[in-house]
Every structure is written in C-alpha cells, then in structure tokens.
C-alpha cells in the first residue's frame, strides 16, 4: 500500500471516531428533542455505512 493511503485511512478512522462518539452524546442526551435525535441517529447509520464500506476497501488493499 502507498503511504499515502495509510495516512488517509487513518485520519479517516480518527473523524469516524470523533463523528460517531459525537452522535452518541447526542443520541444519550435526554435534554435534546427528539427531532435532532432522529437526524442525529440516520447520520449515524450513514457514518457507520460509510465506515464499513471503506473498511472493506482497506482490506482489499492490503491483500493486493
């Protein structure tokens, strides 16, 4: 794998990290309504979407 490539997957992985962590606190929150919980739990699922397409490509890349 390129260089490049590690470091992008990387800081991929860490703002997948802060995003979701962020959604979560949102999600546990009871003083928020339940209108940006929604928001905040469909962002979380495409996150999360995201997260593991991407992780399907990494492994693909490091079997080649």
């Known amino acids: 794998s390129d260089l490049n490539e590690i ?27 339940e209108e940006l919980k929604k928001m905040a739990e469909l962002e979380l699922v495409e996150l999360q979407n995201k997260h593991d397409s991407n992780e399907k490509t990494n492994v693909t890349y490091s079997i080649c």
């Not at 703002?15 to 979701?20: A, G, I, P, Y």
Request: overall charge negative; glycine content about 4%.
């Open 7 to 33: 470091v992008g997957s990387a800081k991929d992985y860490i703002s997948f990290q802060t995003e979701k962590e962020e959604l979560e606190k949102i999600l546990n929150d009871s003083s928020v309504d």
